[in-house]
């Protein structure tokens, strides 16, 4: 079975959401998401966060408030593209995929590739989410969309989505041809959000 190179992939899906965001004005900034109960604002500043947990992570110097909600102060955008950056440098080291991740967050620590897949699956949904917030669209490529719907199987179901704060909701009964909203089902996303 051929290794995934989950650095590349998660990096297609990082620049994704740089692109998207980098399409938002402030006005857009206080649109709703997807994710419950955040603007968009909310939604990136959350990002960036995890841009900073993960890049520090791989550093092997992630510490609890290294996942502390983050504010992105008077350019949200250009912040976030900032930790967008620090997050595909650090993930691009060399051998950063044998490495240990201590991941606060998780209360664990993870091998490196495992918990770059983590990443990866947040971005290419986050990176979703923020298309639908500004009301447009997301592709990925072939790979990236296997990749995805392999991790996304291996993401717990059950009761344990209707824990608060769980990442993901409870899947969302879904059918159609649109690989990309097919994992956003599974992981408890409305593909016609906001309807």
């Given amino acids: ?3 995934i190179d989950y650095v590349a992939l ?7 959401s740089i692109e998207l965001a980098n399409t938002a004005t402030i006005a857009d900034l206080s649109k709703p998401t997807p994710c419950r109960a955040w603007t968009l604002y ?3 500043a959350h990002m960036a966060t995890q841009h900073y947990g993960f890049a520090a992570a791989a550093r092997g110097d992630a510490e609890p408030e290294t ?8 350019d949200p955008v250009k912040a976030y593209v900032e ?13 950063v995929v044998d490495r240990t991740f201590e991941l606060a967050e998780f209360g664990a620590a993870f091998p490196g590739a495992q918990a770059i897949s983590f990443h990866f699956i947040d971005y290419v949904v986050h990176s979703w989410d923020v298309a639908k917030s500004l009301g447009t669209t997301v592709s990925f ?3 990236v969309l296997e990749a995805a719907q392999g991790v996304a199987q291996v993401v717990p179901s059950g009761d344990i989505r209707q ?8 899947d969302i009964p879904w059918s159609g041809n649109d690989p990309l909203d097919g994992i956003i089902a599974y992981l408890g996303r409305s593909p ?3 309807n």
Wanted: aromatic residues 8%; hydrophobic residues 45%; negative net charge.
């Fill in 163 to 170: 824990v608060p704060g769980t990442p993901f909701a409870v």
């Fill in 83 to 95: 930790s967008a950056e620090q997050v595909l440098d650090a993930f691009a080291q060399p051998g």
């Fill in 1 to 3: 079975m051929p290794t």
């Fill in 192 to 194: 016609s959000w906001p």
């Fill in 10 to 16: 998660d990096a297609e899906a990082v620049r994704a």
């Fill in 67 to 74: 996942w502390k909600l983050r504010d992105l102060g008077d």
């Fill in 42 to 44: 909310g939604l990136l």
């Fill in 141 to 143: 490529s072939p790979a």
